[in-house]
Nanobody, 120 residues
Framework: QVQLVESGGGLVQPGGSLRLSCAAS????????MGWDRQAPGKQREMVAR???????KYADSVKGRFTVSRDNAMNTVSLQMISVKPEDTAVYYC??????????????WGQGTQVTVSS
């Protein structure tokens, strides 16, 4: 079982950068695939980024080239580096832990979310 806590959200100007972090409990972090998803008011939750236990990554087209997901297994953390942010990036960002197989990601645990607001 995993508990996840996101941090790093806040207000950022368009074109700016922000780094989100997700801290996981337990000692089995390295076996999980991890994900970042976001949800804006009135919108469906959408996939942002995925990283497997082996470090393979996948990104939504809307963030590709601007966001980078990484993990530090020694620290039980996964991060989302966001650069060149746009107003449409405004959302609550959620961290998840799950399993990845055959190119599919199945989340099992979710964090509480952290708000990212991109505005002047």
């Amino acid at each position: 079982q995993v508990q996840l806590v996101e941090s790093g959200g806040g207000l950022v100007q368009p074109g700016g950068s922000l780094r989100l972090s997700c801290a996981a409990s337990g000692s089995s972090f390295s076996i999980y695939a991890m994900g970042w998803d976001r949800q804006a008011p009135g919108k469906q939750r959408e996939m942002v980024a995925r990283i497997t236990s082996g470090g393979s990554t996948k990104y939504a087209d809307s963030v590709k080239g601007r966001f980078t997901v990484s993990r530090d297994n020694a620290m039980n953390t996964v991060s989302l580096q966001m650069i060149s942010v746009k107003p449409e990036d405004t959302a609550v960002y959620y961290c998840s832990a799950g399993q990845s197989y055959s190119g599919a990601y199945v989340p099992a645990y979710w964090g509480q979310g952290t708000q990212v607001t991109v505005s002047s």
